[in-house]
Every structure is written in C-alpha cells, then in structure tokens.
C-alpha cells in the first residue's frame, strides 16, 4: 500500500445521502434500481424545498431516521410546502414503500410533471436552470 493511501471511514454522522436512502436498502433487504427511484424522489424534493426529505421531523441522530424511514408507511412529509400537485404527485409516486411498485426510470420519464414541464420551457437555455425550478416548484 502506498505510504500516501488513506482509507476513507464513512460514518452515519458523515454519509449525507442518509436522508435519499430506501426502506429496503436500510433493513437491507433486496433492493435494485426502483431503490434508485426513491432517492431521486429525495434529491427533487430538496430541489423544489431546499430541504431534504423527513429534515422536517429533526430526528436526533441518524439512527432514528433510519429507523423511521424504514418502519413507517407514509412518505415524507411535504404539506409544509407550496408544491405544485403535478410535482407532489411526482415526489410520491418515487416514495412508494413497495419497490416493485415504484416506477422504473424509463416510466418515470413520461411522468405528466416531466412532460408538461418540458412542453412548458422548450424555449429556456440551462442557465435558466434555477428559474424553472422555482416556476414548477
């Protein structure tokens, strides 16, 4: 091993992608690419809140988020915010507890959220990126 080499320690306290994680992949049971699916339901719901998913509820340590994810039934909770019915419908169809029923990426693609917001901003550069966010959210 070079003298260099560092291993890296991923701790709970540290491994921030905690709050994208799926109920399956935390009581690690099978989990395949649908569990991918929950986490971008994560990452666009702190897209449109700036808040990741259950931050609201301010567990005390890592663990009672886990153990909340994984044993509740309900998805996040999202009443707090001002999203848009097409964007929560969206969020919820990627925090179905059962995986086999999340969509897989390529139907999630023609979901009506993606689709009217594609329709709806044709026209918008990438630098616009930030706008349209706000606009859909």
């Known amino acids: 091993r070079p003298p260099s080499f560092r291993p890296v320690v991923v701790t709970p306290r540290s491994f921030y992608p905690r709050y994208f994680m799926a109920p399956e992949v935390l009581q690690q049971d099978k989990f395949g690419r649908r569990s991918d699916i929950w986490s971008v339901g994560g990452v666009v719901l702190q897209m449109a809140t700036t808040d990741p998913p259950w931050k609201c509820m ?34 919820l169809r990627c925090f179905d507890r059962d995986p086999e029923r999340r969509p897989h990426a390529v139907e999630l693609r023609r979901d009506p959220f993606l689709l009217e917001s594609a329709e709806d901003h044709d026209d918008l550069q990438l630098d616009d990126t930030l706008q349209r966010i706000e606009r859909v959210a």
């Open 58 to 91: 301010k567990f005390s340590t890592p663990m009672a988020l886990f153990y909340h994810v994984a044993s509740t039934d309900k998805p996040p909770p999202m009443d707090q915010y001002r999203l848009s019915p097409a964007l929560r419908a969206f969020i």
